[in-house]
Nanobody, 125 residues
């Protein structure tokens, strides 16, 4: 059974940084494209960033705006999302997602078979 367990959310002040982590089990992590999505209150879920099995990265320019960095540590079966200079507009539930091993990296949430439980990020003073 595949599990993605997220950690690292919380309440931060505007301008501060936060790093989310997502650890996978039950899947061939090193071969799996991984992505982060977020869903703000009352809005649809949106793609934030993705990283391929080779480490290549993709970003939603509007969401990340050069402030977010996605990375992975295959030895730890973990993908990270480092978020800098956070603003209230970044407040959302953040989800990590994984595709089956060997598939290409995409930005479509419907392409991802496995999902983390979600973690709340609140940016407020």
């Amino acid at each position: 059974q595949v599990r993605l367990v997220q950690s690292g959310g919380g309440l931060v002040q505007p301008g501060n940084s936060l790093t989310l982590a997502c650890t996978g089990a039950g899947l061939t992590f090193a071969g799996s494209p991984m992505a982060w999505f977020r869903q703000a209150p009352g809005k649809e879920r949106h793609y934030v960033a993705a990283i391929g099995r080779g480490g290549g990265t993709m970003y939603n320019i509007d969401a990340a705006r050069g402030r977010f960095t996605i990375s992975r540590d295959n030895a730890k079966n973990t993908v990270y999302l480092q978020m800098n200079n956070l603003t209230p507009e970044d407040t959302a539930v953040y989800y990590c997602a994984a595709r089956k091993s060997g598939l290409p990296t995409t930005a479509r949430d419907s392409d991802y078979e496995y999902w983390g439980q979600g973690t709340q990020v609140t940016v407020s003073s």
